[in-house]
């Protein structure tokens, strides 16, 4: 069981920056490879970014690439998103997962989410 649970939403301006943390409880979060999704109202949820369990891979959405960036701390058990030149259409509620299994687009499988925090960027 991991309980994974988000922090560092918030409110900011176009072109801003936010830095998202997800902290995972349990021994065996180095065994996950690990994601961010976000759901906008009205829309699906959509993969963002993802990690694997060592942090020597990493995938972005097309939407994304270059802007953010996905990182991992397997000693303090925590996985990150550093959002930069942020846009309006990036406004949404980010969720972080864990996958023990497939965790890359286009079918990917997590076991695990946390509670969601929320992103608004102002035009």
């Known amino acids: 069981q991991v309980q994974l649970v988000e922090s560092g939403g918030g409110l900011v301006q176009a072109g801003g920056s936010l830095r998202l943390s997800c902290a995972a409880s349990g021994r065996t979060f180095s065994s996950y490879a690990m994601g961010w999704f976000r759901q906008a109202p009205g829309k699906e949820r959509e993969f963002v970014a993802g990690?694997?369990?060592?942090?020597?891979?990493?995938y972005y959405a097309d939407s994304v690439k270059g802007r953010f960036t996905i990182s991992r701390d397997n000693a303090k058990n925590t996985v990150y998103l550093q959002m930069n030149s942020l846009k309006p259409e990036d406004t949404a509620v980010y969720y972080c997962?864990?996958?023990?299994?497939?965790?890359?687009?286009?079918?990917?499988?997590?076991?695990?989410w946390g509670q969601g925090t929320q992103v608004t960027v102002s035009s």
């Open positions: 990690i694997s369990w060592g942090g020597g891979s990493t």
């Open positions: 997962a864990a996958s023990s299994g497939s965790w890359l687009p286009p079918h990917p499988e997590y076991d695990y």
